[in-house]
């Protein structure tokens, strides 16, 4: 726990920048709280004071609200088992799965308590979720239109999926990486993210996604695929562009 939190406190400093830092009144979809923190102009550099939030998560429990008015009835599935998206998940909705992806694990299998799901293969039964919900997953998925299939298999009748990715103004997807006949080809120079499992620089992102993310989910069998970008810009000049698909 002690190294847990130092880590925290070490990734803050890394980001703080004297002339950029910046406080704000503003309420947070996720918690409640009521200040944000800017420690350096970036969307990184955004929490909200109290449940550290950033704007990926808080735009996505903004459009949540809007959009599933009576979470508390609702079952969702989110695909992450931590971050501040998971706590407001777990708070709000009347029951939450949810679960992480762990390399050479089978999806299914339980690690320290916590379920192992390939989005491409999942193990759930068909038409038991009203909501799904993952940030910045999908550019990190090999096979995103198996994942989109899987997710509209899962939800039931009239249930949304509603997710971030980084977003272009692209029309088209660029692809990155692609495995062909198991072997894995960088079409493009390979990139990098980060995430709390595995660090800084580790997971490779597959593709950057442009306008045709519509049409994808529409060919997983989704309707009213939309784009909402109303939190664009709401947090200290931050937020992101939220998709909602409907089954």
Known sequence: MLNSHLTKVINAFRLFKLTEIGLQRKQCPLCGGGILIRLQDSEHGVRCLSCQ?????????KVIRKRVPDL?????????????????????????????????VPSGAWVDGVQCQNVEQLTYESECFDLCTSSDVFEHVADDSAGFAELYRVLKPGGSVIFTVPLTSLEK????????????????????????LRGTGKVLCFRTYGMDILGRLECAGFTHATIDRDPVGDFMGRGRHVITAIK
């Open 53 to 61: 939030g950033g704007p990926a998560q808080m735009s996505l429990a």
């Open 72 to 104: 508390s009835k609702k079952t969702v599935y989110e695909l992450s088992s931590r971050g501040a998206l998971y706590k407001f998940l777990s708070r709000e909705s009347g029951r939450l799965v949810y679960s992480e992806y762990f390399d050479e």
């Open 173 to 196: 997807t660029l692809e990155r990486a692609i495995y062909e006949n198991g072997e894995l080809v960088h079409i493009e120079e390979p990139e990098y993210h980060g995430d709390q």
